[in-house]
Structure formats: structure tokens, C-alpha cells
């Protein structure tokens, strides 16, 4: 009997980590070769709710990644790493090409892109819900982030992004 309980709680067992190895598709390590940030390995790890200033790993909504992957800034599978720069409660704003955050202009969006293409924009005022973020890397001029897409739901958070190993890059993350 217990020659044929073996090969059953084996394949009970290997069943139930395949099951859980499904669960969870969070990308645990993930290589960064965006000049936004410094340039390497990002572990990720869940961060709930997320915090004000953590630098996080991204998916975007559909409706936003089809635009860019079609112009070519990103490829369909692509994260960013973008900082967290308002949270629940806080006011953005785009007034023109300026960013706000709490009424102090922290950003300028440009127009168009390095082809002469318009960039998304999107104009007024926001006080994000509390499931909203605004992410911003406010030291990189050319970031691609909430400057054009304004907030998002923090839905699109996989998690902190804690660098393991980089070099080069933005001086912002």
C-alpha cells in the first residue's frame, strides 16, 4: 500500500506547487535598460499600499501601452520603473507643458516626441482617489510617465523596484 501512496502524494505535491507557481505572475527579477533610471537588475517586491518616492514597477493599462508599443517607445511586454510622486489625497495638475504637485510646478512636458510626433497630454487639475498614483521621475526630462498619461490606478503596481545591481542612468531613481 504504501508503494502506491508514493507515486500519489508526489503527483498531489507537484501538482500543488505547479498551482501556486500560477498563482502569483509577478516578475520577481527583472532587467532595466532604460536610461531613466540607472540602467540594470530590479528586484520587485509587493508594496501595499504603495508609498510616496518609491521608485515601482509598472504595467501599463492596455488602452496606454497599445499607443506606445505602436510608435515603438516600448515593446508589448515592457515594465517601466517609475517613482511614485503623488498619492492618495494630492492634487496634479498640467497646466500646459508645466506639472504640479500640491501647487508647485515639479515637472515640464514637452509637445512632441523626438520625430516630431505629438505626445499624449492631458490638461486641468486631479486629486487622485485612493486607489490612484501619479508617477513621475521628475529629474528625467524625457520619462515617459504620468506627465502624458496623468494618474493611474495603482492596480498597475507589481511592486517595488529595490535595484541589485546598476550603472548609469538617470540621477533620479
Known amino acids: 500500500m504504501s508503494t502506491a501512496v508514493s507515486p500519489l502524494l508526489a503527483a498531489g505535491l507537484s501538482l500543488s506547487l505547479l498551482a501556486a507557481a500560477q498563482i502569483d505572475r509577478t516578475p520577481r527579477l527583472i532587467w532595466n535598460a532604460s536610461a531613466s533610471v540607472p540602467v540594470g537588475l530590479y528586484v520587485v517586491r509587493a508594496s501595499n499600499p504603495p508609498s510616496l518616492g518609491n521608485l515601482v514597477a509598472v504595467r501599463l493599462p492596455k488602452d496606454l501601452s497599445s499607443g506606445m508599443v505602436e510608435r515603438g517607445y516600448v515593446s ?3 515594465l517601466l520603473l517609475k517613482r511614485i510622486a503623488a498619492v492618495s489625497g494630492m492634487t496634479v495638475c498640467r497646466d500646459g507643458l508645466d506639472i504640479a504637485i ?18 499624449p497630454s492631458w490638461t486641468g487639475c486631479l486629486t487622485l482617489a485612493s486607489d490612484e498614483v501619479f508617477l513621475l521621475l521628475a529629474g528625467v526630462a524625457d520619462s515617459l510617465d504620468g506627465r502624458y498619461f496623468g494618474p493611474l490606478s495603482a492596480d498597475t503596481i507589481l511592486g517595488r523596484a529595490i535595484p541589485l545591481w546598476t550603472f548609469g542612468g538617470a540621477e533620479d531613481a
Open 102 to 119: 500640491g501647487g508647485t510646478v515639479v515637472a515640464q512636458a514637452v509637445s512632441a516626441d523626438q520625430q516630431g510626433r505629438p505626445l
Open 76 to 78: 508589448a511586454d515592457t
